[in-house]
């Protein structure tokens, strides 16, 4: 049984559209920030109709932070697998067999303190085998290992020198030479995007832990190959987390009948979309009673914003983060955000490195 405070809350917003001057908000998405004597707060047209955020004494405000999308991205990773050179030339030993066992921890959801899947891959040597074809078998065993899974989450490659990767799979002849006819000097395995369900099944990377089991030469126990990582240059948005992020705040505003009978269910349409990304704004602020009431009741705001596809700094949050650092520093000097110089009118907001906001020069039309 688990017991929750009151004294904690996050309240999301996903705002697709600020409000300004006498505009009301009438469209999922839309979002107004209203300030008035001391206090701040939000005008939101939801889901499920119009509704208004908690009063927020400005003052009580104690962390106000802009995080970037690109912020919350998770890079894909790729695995370099290569004989190494000081055994046996960095050719395979013949009459060898040569064991690459890969080892991934909580198997698609499963929890990783209860759970280890074992793959393998897995090459005889024979006489005169080169490294070339060692890497093709090499490749072509893993790639039939994975191929009863249902959920793919790596794929594996040959690549030449010049770094030019041909992938393998369950199908692939390594004995065909007139397809496989380069001189391959590595086995490629990928990270893959995992499978996702809103509110069931979490995004979650399944990162291989690789062991080049040992081989005997002369008599020694020793170990065969290296595994380099590195970045594959494919990164995993933060959409998906955020409507998931998005599910669960649905939950806590009512919706509590969703995914009931799954997989047998009607859905309810939030207004995240998982395929883009989202720039969020956290704003940390308490309510404090009057009298005996003085203890801090601590919530965060949480506003979402989908970023402007086509441009790399600006972000569709900028006039609303503009609008809450007018609404704050009218009544405060906080110590907690770098307030910008003042923006040219229509600028919107950029994201520095460390989620502070700057002017990015740049205004809607921009960007569209």
């Known amino acids: 049984m688990n017991i929750f405070s009151t004294n904690q809350a996050t ?9 300004t001057s006498t505009d009301q908000p009438a469209v999922a998405g839309d979002l107004k920030v209203v300030s008035k004597d001391g206090q701040m707060y939000f005008k939101y047209f939801g889901a499920g109709g119009p509704i208004r955020s908690d009063l927020i004494d400005i003052k009580s405000i104690s962390h106000l932070k802009a995080i970037p999308a690109s912020k919350m991205a998770k890079a894909l990773k790729k695995y370099t697998v290569t004989l190494k050179s000081a055994v046996n030339s960095g050719n395979p030993v013949a009459g060898q067999d040569y064991l690459l066992r890969m080892t991934f921890t909580g198997y698609v959801g499963i929890s990783p303190d209860d759970s280890k899947y074992e793959k393998y891959g897995m090459v005889h040597a024979t006489t005169g085998m080169s490294a070339s074809s060692f890497y093709l078998h090499l490749a072509s065993s893993i790639a039939k290992n994975m191929s009863r899974e249902a959920v793919q989450f790596i794929k594996v490659y040959v690549k030449v020198s010049a770094g030019t990767e041909t ?51 002369s008599n020694d126990s020793v170990i065969w190959g290296s595994v380099a ?14 409507a998931d992020f998005e599910y669960f705040a649905a939950g806590e505003k009512g919706d509590q009948y969703r995914m009931v009978g799954f997989p047998d269910y009607v859905p309810t349409k939030y207004l995240v979309d998982p395929e883009k990304e989202y720039d969020y704004i956290n704003i940390h602020y308490a309510y404090v009673g009057s009298n005996e009431s003085v203890q801090k009741s601590e919530k965060d705001i949480v506003i979402v914003a989908p970023r402007a596809g086509t441009d790399s700094t600006a972000s569709s949050l900028g006039a609303l983060a503009t609008s809450i650092l007018e609404a704050i520093t009218a009544v405060a000097s906080p110590t907690y955000v770098t307030v910008p110089s003042t923006f040219t009118s229509g600028d919107l907001a950029e994201f520095t490195e460390d989620g502070q906001l700057a002017s990015s020069g740049k205004q809607a039309s921009d960007i569209s």
């Open 167 to 217: 992938e393998i799979t369950a199908t692939s002849d390594p004995e065909d030479t007139t397809t496989y006819s380069g001189t391959y000097d590595g086995v490629v395995i990928k990270e893959q995007m995992p499978d996702w369900i809103l509110g069931t099944k979490q995004i979650k990377v399944m990162t291989p832990e690789f062991v080049c089991v040992p081989i005997t030469v």
């Open 11 to 19: 309240h999301l917003y996903v705002a697709t559209a600020l409000k």
């Open 229 to 242: 990582a590195a970045d594959s240059g494919v990164s995993i948005g933060n959409g998906k987390q955020t």
